[in-house]
């Protein structure tokens, strides 16, 4: 049997996480002196509320050796194999983690690790293409392993942000960027791209307005995306405006699937609230 296993940033959402009997590591986030893991229990307005009553934004930090091992001893103990997710390494050491954890446990050998080169749905759009083959069926993890491969380049993520504060506390864009973008009403389309964040449009303008403009702006590269799936997934938008995105990705009459989530502790942690991203996989 093989175990789909993902880190806590994938933000798939509880149904689809059930669908597909995915176990998560959570990742932890910090809060002061107060550390909790990231998932269902954590409120990502708490985070904000907290944010905004001390002037800074929580921490995150992967999960421990020992997190790790725990998950893989479970799967080694029923003699599975293990696709792990983790959220791209160039922004946490997850995928390392657990990798140096199999080896602990002397199960390396079954144990494939998906540096997803991702954040958010952008992970979550490979853990589904991998669901798939596993319950199709026919496929060892190591085949299904390098399917994913081929995938990940194809991944496309990219999010508006209401405010660089958070990014800039946490330390992905500089205080001259932060200050800049506040003062001229910028709100930035983070792309990432190479495991990495990187700005591309910048919008101006209130949160709502630019977001329907974003998509606007996406829906060429859109009229080339994989049908099975697009995400909508975002930081705490409204109803209206979440509704807005999906009736106009809807239109399109090109995905069999339109999923909108909510984004967890982690991710909620780095952008703020106010944040919204189209994810898809672009066809070859």
């Not at 995915?22 to 954590?42: N, S």
């Not at 921490?59 to 983790?86: C, M, N, R, V, Y």
């Not at 069926?137 to 504060?165: C, H, Y």
């Not at 994989?226 to 995400?231: E, L, R």
Request: proline share 3%.
């Amino acid at each position: 049997m093989i175990r789909i296993y993902a880190d806590s940033t994938n933000d798939l959402g509880k149904e689809l996480i059930e669908k597909h009997n995915i176990r998560i590591v959570p990742l932890y986030v910090r809060m002061g002196e107060k550390t909790v893991k990231d998932g269902p229990g954590l409120n990502p307005d708490t985070l904000y509320e907290w944010a905004d009553k001390n002037k800074t934004t929580p921490s995150t930090a992967a999960f421990s050796p020992g997190d790790a091992e725990a998950a893989i001893k479970e799967a080694k103990k029923a003699g599975d194999d293990i696709l792990f997710f983790g959220i791209s390494s160039e922004m946490s050491a997850s995928c390392s983690v657990f990798k140096v954890a199999a080896e602990d446990v002397d199960y390396s050998d079954h144990v494939f690790v998906v540096d997803s080169r991702n954040l958010s749905t952008g992970i979550g759009l490979t853990i589904l293409k991998a669901a798939a083959m596993v319950e199709e069926g026919g496929m060892t993890a190591a085949e299904i392993w390098l399917e994913v491969q081929k995938i990940i380049p194809n991944v496309r993520a990219s999010f508006v942000v209401d405010t660089l504060l958070y990014l800039y506390r946490g330390g992905r864009c500089s205080a001259v960027s932060a200050l800049a973008a506040a003062a001229l009403g910028i709100k930035p389309k983070i792309v990432v791209a190479d495991g990495k964040m990187g700005v591309g449009a910048k919008y101006r303008g209130k949160i709502d307005a630019v977001i329907k403009k974003y998509v606007k702006d996406l829906e060429p590269m859109l009229k080339r995306a994989d049908k099975d799936a697009v995400f909508i997934t975002h930081s705490g938008v409204s109803n209206e405006i979440a509704g807005f995105v999906r009736e106009e990705l809807a239109s399109m009459k090109r995905f069999d699937n339109i999923y909108i989530t909510r984004a967890g502790g982690v991710i909620s942690s780095h952008c703020g609230p106010g944040t919204l991203g189209v994810l898809y996989i672009e066809n070859d």
